[in-house]
């Protein structure tokens, strides 16, 4: 038996990188899956990937940051599938690296929060109810080593919103595990994803991230998937409050 199977799972940030290669993973694994992004013709072409292959699975376009956006997922849930067992916020934004915070605007720093922390609330909001109706579930935030474990120069506005996901994991697990929630944040290492190639834009960038690594490499999307299944799965059935690394070894590596 698949082990997502007839579970229902919201996956944000799905038209690229982690979130598809999550998506596609989850819709291998059984479960029927609400994609979520602001580029429809990707989210068009990964539902015909996945119904192509047997899977079930539906798509909405729009912006994080809207708390409507958060609502109208969870009701395409509830009115396509039934419900929700599973919710990965995993949409986000580098915002404006290589920027000093005295040249960092309030706007930039409002999108980059709105982005990547403000969102996961409004994911939460919205998605904790369906939960509740269900007795059970998981939710997931993509989150990062950055402002974890290694701090970045010139990366303020991205390690303060990771941080505050761990924050809100935390506050979260507590507050919903007697109901049968758990809530989780995975914090993979630099993976070769569109985003990232924004950071490591260039040769001399990319080797130094590779370097800074213990495996000496960058994830693939679908390695990082891997990770994000074992939090949505029964596998990590007595896992909440976490801070789950998935990071090639990037928080312990000084070599």
Sequence with gaps: MSVLENKVAIVTGASSGIGRASAQLFAREGAKVILGARRGDLLDGLVTEITGQGGEAVYLVGDVKDESYARDLVELAMDRFGGLDIAFNNAGTLGDPGTDLSALTLDDWNQTLGTNLTSAFLGAKYQLP?????GCGSMIFTSS???????FPQNSAYAASKAGLIGLTKALAAEYGAQGIRVNALLPG????????QFAS?????AFVERIHALKRLAVPEEIAQSALYLASDASSFTTGTALLADGGVSICKT
């Design 130 to 134: 369906a939960m509740l109706e269900r």
């Design 145 to 151: 080593f950055v402002g974890y474990t290694i701090g």
């Design 202 to 206: 260039d040769p001399e960038t990319l």
């Design 190 to 197: 630099g993976t070769d994803t569109a985003m990232a190639r």
